[in-house]
């Protein structure tokens, strides 16, 4: 995902309608309380979840919040989440609002709600926010990071947050390659065949490609991202490093608007969702 998961369920048009609407029906004796909006930030080891989106076969993390939630407050809660990161995405700091009626101090949530989380999940802050804002529909810079262990020998310790790679990557070369792919550029080719986008235009604010002793840490910003976007650029990236691409050919991939140009797309378990700024 990013990614993020493709759009199924429910549109975004319709979310403030499914919150107010499940909040409504277990208002009970405490309907005449006003409903207030409360915002998390949410983080999670994502290797034994189906993603964040509610999917039909499998547990995720929005089903377990929901569960969660409505446990506490004895509502019927539908969070909204900003990202939907894939199956096997982590996440440091993911945001999703619900609406409830119960009279607990809002930075008390997390509290009570890690308590009763996995401890894969917890909840980093809770605040109150403004009853129509929402987190898919005000402007932000999310950031990604892709983690390789770049070694003769994989390291179990790093086995479930890190992509491992014996091949000598090239880090300088895989910088120069990055930077084709700041700014503003119709991202076809680094997005799956199965995308519901109706737009592969997106922006990129920044992208840095480090080498850590025996890791390389790719760190990508942008506005918003296309399914499997990040993973697919990780996955170029990784080409260059070893050599198949030259960094120039980036340009060429981005201009074909064709997925078969770009490299594979890189496995769920080295992406890590780590910042997201709202303005």
Known sequence: ????????????????TVLETKASEAGGKNAQIPLRRIRLTVAYDGTNYNGWQ??????????????????????????????RTDSGVHARCNCA???????MPASKFA???????PDDIRIRKS?????????????????????????EFPDPLNRLYAHFCYLKLDAEKMQRAAKYLVGEHDFKSFCSVNTQAESTIRMITKITVDRQENQILIRVSGTGFLYNMVRI?????????????????????LAACDRSKAG????????????????
Not at 1 to 16: C, I, S
Not at 111 to 117: G, I, P, S, T, V
Not at 237 to 244: C, F, N, R, W
Not at 268 to 279: C, D, M, N, W
Request: proline share 5%; with cysteine; net charge negative.
């Open 54 to 83: 509610i999917q039909p076969n499998g547990i995720t993390i929005e089903a377990v919040l929901n569960r969660t939630i409505s446990s506490l407050t004895g509502e019927d809660i539908a969070v909204i989440g900003a990202s």
């Open 111 to 117: 509290y009570a709600l890690n308590q009763r989380l």
């Open 127 to 151: 605040e109150e926010t403004a009853t129509d804002w929402h987190p898919r529909k005000c402007s932000s810079i999310k950031t990604y990071e892709y983690r390789i262990v770049n070694e």
């Open 264 to 279: 594979p797309t890189a496995p769920a378990r080295g992406l890590t969702l780590v910042k997201y700024e709202f303005f």
């Open 1 to 16: 995902m990013t990614d993020e998961k493709k759009v199924d369920v429910p549109q975004e048009t319709e979310d403030r």
């Open 97 to 103: 609002v619900f609406d409830t009626r119960m009279r």
């Open 233 to 253: 650029i990780a996955g170029t990236l990784l080409e260059v490093g070893a050599g198949k691409y030259e960094p120039e050919y980036v340009q060429e991939i």
